[in-house]
């Protein structure tokens, strides 16, 4: 047997780029020594997945392309439970460097995951339903793209998130009619999501973030700048389009209702109804809820604590 000759050192290979390539930041970590020199490398880290343009490549585990516990055709059960958690991965590392703006500045992949809770918590077991409760802001306030929602998790899930999608080209206040005028033709389960995140608070890059776990999250805390007739405006918007859908989920809906009736806030020294023309008198239990959080802040402290970024 005649050996088999080495190629010669010019030899173009398809196994090995050319030293001249370009890597990008999703190609793998390249087995041969990089020519890239390692003191610049070291330098500069890939960015988190929320400012990449698509996380396809590095979910691959995560999307079932590890092999063990696959059957003979390559193919693997997937339980409710591992979809949820694939799900809640995929947006929380969209979702990685944001935050909210309330008085602690707390973690925005807080803000879907409640979502979800709200609708599970009260008789959604849908799980395509809960998955776009999940990802209902990866579109909006992300890299992502409603074809990479389709690919990883299914044209059912990305259709409910398209629809829970504004579009980012129009102004705040036009979105705000736009989502008026189209609420009603919605589909239910597009509906559902729109009622547990209720309403659109301006969170992200000075977009608005949707519903019911907003309106809780302003009567908790007001976020950092707004004022009475601000908060108001809000909730009065707000339940001009959660009527529209109150349909597709009775029980939410109700919980709603209860919440227009009931909530007041306070900035400042200045108690007052989050909704002027639907809530009532304040209740002690109201005011002590109020106090309560606000009170923990001395004299002097900011309301917003420095933003935390990594």
């Known amino acids: 047997m005649s050996p088999v000759p080495y190629p010669a050192a010019n030899a173009p290979s398809s196994a090995h780029p050319s030293p001249m390539a370009k890597p990008t930041l999703l190609d793998p970590e390249p087995c041969d020594p990089s020519p890239i020199d390692p003191r610049t490398k070291m330098l500069d880290p890939s960015p ?5 343009g698509s996380g396809n490549a590095l979910l691959g585990l995560a999307n079932g392309a590890e092999e063990d516990g696959d059957d003979e055709d390559g193919a693997r059960e997937e339980g ?7 799900t809640i991965d995929f947006a929380a590392r969209k979702h990685s460097c944001q935050r909210r703006k309330d008085v602690d500045q707390t973690p925005y992949i807080n803000h ?37 929602i389709a690919d990883t998790f299914g044209m059912d899930v990305a259709r409910i998130v398209e629809e829970c999608t504004d579009d980012t080209s ?10 008026i005028r189209t609420a009603r033709g919605k589909s239910k389960e597009a509906q559902q999501v729109k009622l547990a995140d209720s309403e659109r608070l301006e969170d992200v890059g000075g977009r608005d973030t949707f519903k019911l776990h ?6 908790r805390s007001p976020p950092v700048g707004w004022g ?24 939410l809906s109700t919980r709603l209702q209860r919440l227009y009736e009931t909530a007041w806030t306070r900035v400042g020294d200045e108690y007052f109804p989050c909704h002027p023309d ?3 008198p304040i209740s002690e239990i109201e005011k002590h809820r109020i106090d ?3 009170g923990c802040l001395k004299e002097g402290e900011k309301r917003s604590p420095k933003p935390i970024f990594f």
């Open 112 to 148: 879907p995951i409640a979502v979800a809770n709200f609708l599970s918590s009260t008789g959604i077991t849908d799980i395509r339903v809960l998955q776009a409760a999940i990802l209902h802001d990866t579109v909006e306030d992300t890299h992502t793209s409603i074809e990479e």
């Open 214 to 219: 907003n309106l809780e999250s302003i009567r």
């Open 278 to 280: 639907v809530a009532g």
């Open 170 to 179: 129009l102004s705040g206040q036009q979105r705000k009619a736009e989502q």
């Open 292 to 294: 309560r959080r606000l």
């Open 80 to 86: 409710d439970a591992a979809v949820m958690l694939r």
């Open 48 to 52: 988190p997945m929320s400012r990449l």
């Open 228 to 251: 009475k007739r601000r908060i108001q405006n809000y909730f009065i918007w707000a339940k001009q389009v959660t009527d529209l859908c109150a349909a597709s989920h009775p029980l």
